[in-house]
């Protein structure tokens, strides 16, 4: 009940937005679902009753033909009723599914880089669009079984108490036993069906991994290896899987039986009470009728419960991750973005990654705005931790970091990252085409700056001669494009983007020596009054920085130009002593 509390909650605050077309679809599919299965089932039996106690036809003709036209008109309203519920239920969730990828699309997002570094996208996936079907089956199943069942099942009593109020008791007897036991079944099945829709999660999500990375499965002929990993996983859903099902089929079994008690003894109890003369065969007909209505919806309900739980097990693993506590977030009031300059300052800054190591204690570190910095230093050193705590990807644990005199954590996150460019060593390209890849820096650019920041970042020669020029797609996470290429145009989409502090993430180390210096030519250009941090392994793509800081085991162990830092001969000497064809070793 707690995990079924959890989901409509959030189904029930988009429910709300409509909250007519709900409510309209509920009225229309009572009326429709009472006439159909109540009311005309009243008008059949009348026309046996009719039949059976007539002294010749004609005598009965006049009464005929008037049930025989309450009966069109009462067919004619019940579709009147359908088609309209039918419209408006299809509007209804149709929107409702949009808002509900919207919102996972909106809760996603506000969970930090270190959460989506420990989870496969596939998987997230997976589990959003499990959740979004999940919605309209439950819907499915509360209007065409829930609602239809409780609607016809409390007509009929209502109408058997009153022509037979001992095949009620029989009736209503029957279904309290069904619904206890289908409930009973329900719930100790639903943690298999949680744990199916893990194993369903685990295999997706696997399945993503792999065929990401197929490019590395196949450069190093491990697909084998990975066909038995894969295999592995299939096994452990398979086993979740056939346990629910089994499951599912000692509980049909069983209600199988009782369904079977129920409409054979309210039967008997009908044929009973028609030799002691107690009610007309037209009401014996209307009991079967009735007794075909009930037991079908009934059986149908327990059926619905089935899926109505595996649709609550499919919601629960996506509202684990809403409900998953945020480790970076804005301030609830945050302060208006005072960045303009970029001056930079880590103030007595102490962190620790989540899983405990600690990379930096009590680092101050200060940048002028306009300077251009090399940071360098061998890998763990904390180099990029660096740019990630200045990206606010993680928090520093204590101490400050400040732009411009302004604490980071009190301005939006939003804020202080359209403050900085950032070209990582792997270029993001979306599966968009080129002309939009570059326009991500700037959303509203024309198609002039476009092509003007792309013939800065000397892209604009490659791009010309694809197939449809700037209109061609990149391909997933830029596959189409060589690693050059993608470095180039992460570069003119830095360059397109207006702000103060430029962030590159060893942003040369795709290129060759030629590329290298036509692209060096234009990152000098894109540094021009940027505050600039630069990552390089590559030393000889730094060495004209304003400064040059040697990070050694989480610290400042070096700081200087080039030729000072050479001078003093400490790591930064040997560093570049000992790099080969421009790389660190």
């Not at 730094?542 to 080039?562: F, L, P, S, Y």
Request: charged share 25%; with cysteine; hydrophobic share 45%.
């Amino acid at each position: 009940m707690k995990q079924i509390k959890r989901v409509m909650k959030y189904f029930w605050g988009i429910t709300r937005r409509r909250s007519w077309m709900f409510w309209c679809t509920l009225v229309c599919y009572g009326a429709g679902a009472v006439i159909a299965r109540t009311f005309i089932p009243i008008i059949y039996r009348d026309l046996i009753d009719l039949i059976v106690s007539a002294d010749s036809p004609l005598s009965v003709k006049g009464e005929i033909y008037s049930l025989l036209g309450t009966l069109i008109l009462s067919f004619i309203a019940l579709n009147i009723f359908f088609r309209a519920a039918d419209y408006i239920f299809s509007a209804f969730q149709s929107r409702s599914m949009r808002d509900l990828y919207s919102q996972a699309f909106s809760m996603l997002q506000n969970h930090s880089y270190n959460f989506f570094s420990n989870v496969f996208s596939g998987s997230l996936i997976a589990k959003t669009k499990r959740y979004v079907s999940a919605f309209e089956d439950i819907f499915d199943r509360f209007f065409y079984d829930f609602w239809f069942t409780f609607v016809i099942v409390v007509g009929a009593i209502i109408v058997l108490f009153t022509e037979a109020p001992t095949v009620g008791w029989v009736v209503l007897a029957g279904i309290s036993v069904f619904v206890t036991a289908v409930i009973i079944l329900s719930n100790k099945g639903r943690p298999l069906r949680e744990i199916e829709a893990r194993r369903d999660s685990e295999t997706t999500g696997s399945f993503s991994d792999a065929i990401s990375n197929i490019f590395a499965i196949k450069s190093f002929a491990n697909g084998e290896k990975e066909q038995k990993t894969f295999d592995h996983v299939l096994e452990n859903q398979h086993k979740a899987r056939i346990r629910a099902w089994n499951f599912d089929n000692k509980r049909i079994a069983i209600l199988g039986i009782i369904f079977f008690i129920m409409e054979v003894g309210g039967m008997y109890v009908a044929i009973t009470l028609w030799m002691k003369g107690s009610i007309t065969p037209g009401t014996v007909a209307l009991v079967q009728i009735y007794f075909g209505n009930i037991f079908y919806n009934i059986w149908n309900f327990g059926r619905a419960i089935q899926r109505f739980n595996k649709s609550i097990a499919d919601s629960v693993e996506i509202i684990d991750i809403f409900e998953k506590p945020i480790d970076i977030k804005d301030i609830s009031n945050p302060e208006e973005s005072k960045i303009k300059n970029g001056n930079i300052d880590f103030n007595k800054a102490l962190f620790r990654y989540p899983n405990g190591v600690a990379v930096f204690d009590d680092l101050n570190l200060n940048i002028r705005a306009g300077q251009k910095v090399g940071l360098v230093g061998h890998s763990g050193a904390g180099k990029t931790t660096i740019t990630k705590l200045l990206l606010r990807f993680y928090d520093v644990s204590d101490g400050e970091v400040l732009i411009d005199g302004q604490n980071i954590d009190n301005i939006r996150q939003d804020d202080l990252r359209r403050s900085i460019s950032y070209v990582p060593q792997d270029p993001l390209l979306f599966h968009r085409s080129i002309k939009e890849n570059i326009s991500y820096g700037k959303n509203d650019a024309t198609m002039e700056e476009i092509i003007d920041s792309a013939k800065r970042a000397r892209a604009h020669d490659f791009i010309t001669q694809l197939p449809m020029g700037y209109d061609t797609l990149v391909g997933e996470r830029g596959v189409k494009l060589s690693g050059g290429e993608r470095q180039r145009v992460a570069i003119a989409r830095a360059m397109l983007k207006p702000s103060p502090i430029l962030i590159l993430d060893e942003a040369t180390s795709s290129l060759d020596s030629i590329s290298e210096s036509a692209i060096q030519e234009a990152l000098d250009e894109l540094m021009k009054g940027k505050t600039t941090i630069a990552i390089a392994h590559r030393l000889s793509t730094i060495q004209k920085m304003d400064r040059i800081i040697v990070m050694d085991n989480g610290k400042i162990a070096e700081d200087g130009t080039h030729n000072e830092l050479i001078a003093k001969k400490g790591i930064y000497f040997e560093l570049w002593s000992h790099q080969t064809k421009g790389f660190i070793e």
